[in-house]
């Protein structure tokens, strides 16, 4: 994810904002995006196999030294996520103590406890083994560590009661292979297998404290571009250039505070009769393509002196970069861009939808540092990771839409943070599968 200086000064209002973005400001909330591994791990969690067994407090330092110091010549599997020692009263409710269980006789008697999602119950009382209070119950390994017989013979080590056949018994037990990603998924995974630490970063995606400072930096203007972004896609659509899909960059790192570099609608019907609009359009006047070419008019004229670049409304041009309404050509001619950027990078763009899988790319390599948009394209979309099924296509397919996640990629070379705004009173498109 691209780097972003703080400020010296209090940022101040965007300069349009005393007029026009408060006269459009949307009502909603940001719910920041998963990571495709964050939603993967929520739907598909892996698990693996592990041993537990009650052990007397008092032996608790003993018994962890023995089989760790025995399981450290094996490949061990990390589970430094889950606790090795917990009180009766903190385990799930279908691990909570069974007085019926025996100790199995041998591996084929293994009792295995499968996961529920049921919620914790009655918690008892703390009694050990043939009279013996206080008792822990201890998570020893992953069953592919070592064998059964091997841990029974580790524990008789320490407690001879094993060996006698009057100790508890062994068992086998569903855990989560992977780290929780957050506070919640830590307390679901503590109900349904065994009690679990979440240890406040996330190994699936951008920090958590990352997300909450940016958050809270963009969320009381977010309504403001939104509501510019709706009104840039309905003026391109009522002229019928284009689809009611709006876009609008911001730079942040103005030192007049927040500034609306360019906006867009989307035009890919521009130039084109209405006998003949049928497809897709013309992809390249998607509005973040617009966008994007428009700030690339203005790097260009940066480079080469000037202050704005010059409007040629009268030739022809296949990609639309140049302003296309009254309100486009008001923030074009009026917006300037600080000397010495390379493309988007760090800029904020705001949209109306999702955008499709080419508008994601082209976001990536534009280098933009954060992306919010407004309705999700679970069909189309580039952004989402979640899977969403059960939507019907305007040909009749009902298959799933995978999530692609892109805006933050291991395997891609940039990352950067991204946002739905849930906003109730914006009209979705009629077309679900419409590329936006």
């Given at each position: 994810m691209g780097s972003r200086s703080d400020a010296e000064s209090p940022q101040q209002p965007d300069?349009?904002?005393?007029?026009?973005?408060?006269?459009?400001?949307?009502?909603?909330?940001?719910?920041?995006?998963?990571?495709?591994?964050?939603?993967?791990?929520?739907?598909?969690?892996?698990?693996?196999?592990?041993?537990?067994?009650?052990?007397?407090?008092?032996?608790?330092?003993?018994?962890?030294?023995?089989?760790?110091?025995?399981i450290r010549e094996f490949e061990p599997i990390n589970l430094n996520h889950l606790r090795r020692l917990v009180k009766p009263e903190h385990l799930p409710s279908h691990l909570q103590k069974d007085e019926d269980k025996e100790r199995p006789k041998s591996l084929g008697d293994i009792v295995v406890d499968p996961p529920r999602s049921t919620g914790v119950g009655a918690t008892n009382p703390v009694t050990g083994f043939n009279g013996q209070p206080p008792i822990l119950h201890f998570l020893a390994c992953a069953t592919s560590v070592i064998s059964y017989e091997h841990l029974q013979s580790l524990l008789s080590i320490v407690l001879p009661s094993l060996a006698s056949g009057l100790g508890p018994c062994v068992r086998i037990i569903k855990v989560p292979l992977t780290s929780p990603a957050s506070h919640d998924q830590a307390e679901k995974f503590s109900r349904q297998y065994w009690?679990?630490?979440?240890?406040?970063?996330?190994?699936?995606?951008?920090?958590?404290?990352?997300?909450?400072?940016?958050?809270?930096?963009?969320?009381?203007?977010?309504?403001?571009?939104?509501?510019?972004?709706?009104?840039?896609?309905?003026?391109?659509?009522?002229?019928?250039?284009?689809?009611?899909?709006?876009?609008?960059?911001?730079?942040?790192?103005?030192?007049?505070?927040?500034?609306?570099?360019?906006?867009?609608?989307?035009?890919?019907?521009?130039?084109?009769?209405?006998?003949?609009?049928?497809?897709?359009?013309?992809?390249?006047?998607?509005?973040?393509?617009?966008?994007?070419?428009?700030?690339?008019?203005?790097?260009?004229?940066?480079?080469?002196?000037?202050?704005?670049?010059?409007?040629?409304?009268?030739?022809?041009?296949?990609?639309n970069d140049e302003p296309l309404t009254p309100l486009e050509r008001d923030v074009y001619s009026r917006a300037i861009l600080a000397p010495g950027g390379y493309l988007c990078r760090d800029f904020e763009l705001y949209l109306t939808h999702e955008p499709c899988l080419m508008c994601s790319m082209a976001i990536l390599h534009s280098r933009f540092g954060r992306?919010?948009?407004?309705?999700?394209?679970?069909?189309?979309?580039?952004?989402?990771?979640?899977?969403?099924?059960?939507?019907?296509?305007?040909?009749?397919?009902?298959?799933?839409?995978?999530?692609?996640?892109?805006?933050?990629?291991?395997?891609?070379?940039?990352?950067?943070?991204?946002w739905s705004f849930d906003d109730p009173s914006q009209t979705a498109l009629s077309e679900r599968d419409i590329h936006a």
């Open positions: 300069r349009l904002s005393d007029g026009l973005l408060k006269t459009l400001t949307r009502s909603g909330c940001l719910i920041a995006l998963r990571t495709k591994a964050e939603a993967k791990l929520l739907n598909d969690v892996q698990t693996t196999e592990a041993y537990i067994t009650e052990i007397p407090l008092k032996s608790a330092s003993a018994v962890l030294k023995t089989v760790d110091s025995a009690p679990t630490v979440y240890k406040g970063g996330n190994p699936f995606g951008p920090h958590p404290s990352i997300f909450a400072r940016a958050t809270e930096e963009i969320q009381h203007q977010a309504g403001d571009y939104m509501g510019l972004a709706m009104r840039a896609g309905r003026a391109t659509s009522s002229e019928g250039k284009g689809e009611p899909i709006g876009a609008v960059i911001v730079d942040r790192s103005c030192s007049k505070g927040p500034t609306v570099v360019v906006v867009a609608g989307d035009a890919r019907w521009n130039n084109i009769a209405k006998s003949e609009e049928s497809g897709s359009g013309n992809v390249m006047a998607h509005a973040v393509m617009r966008a994007i070419g428009m700030v690339a008019k203005k790097r260009l004229a940066l480079a080469n002196g000037l202050q704005a670049p010059a409007m040629d409304g009268e030739q022809p041009n296949l990609f992306v919010v948009f407004g309705q999700r394209m679970p069909r189309t979309g580039g952004l989402t990771a979640d899977i969403v099924g059960g939507i019907t296509s305007c040909t009749g397919d009902s298959a799933p839409r995978s999530g692609y996640g892109l805006w933050w990629c291991p395997e891609l070379n940039w990352k950067y943070l991204a």
